[in-house]
C-alpha cells in the first residue's frame, strides 16, 4: 500500500461523505501558481483551491 494510493482511498470515502476532493502533484500546483500570479489569475485560483475541501498534494519529493 502506497502513500498516493491511500490519498486516493482517503478522497474517495470524504466525496462518499459529501466532501470535494482534488488531487494534484506539487510540482504541477507549483507552476500554476507562478503562471497565474504572472497573469492576474492567481486570487481565482487560490478561491477555487480554498472551496476543495480535501486537497491532495502528490509527490513532494
Request: aromatic share 10%; net charge positive.
Amino acid at each position: 500500500m502506497g502513500k498516493t494510493w491511500l490519498a486516493y482511498e482517503l478522497a474517495q470515502k470524504a466525496c462518499r461523505e459529501g466532501y470535494t476532493a482534488q488531487y494534484i502533484r506539487l510540482s504541477q500546483l507549483l507552476r500554476e501558481l507562478m503562471v497565474t500570479k504572472g497573469d492576474g489569475r492567481y486570487p481565482k485560483l487560490l478561491a477555487n483551491l480554498a472551496k476543495v475541501g480535501v486537497l491532495i498534494l502528490d509527490n513532494w519529493a
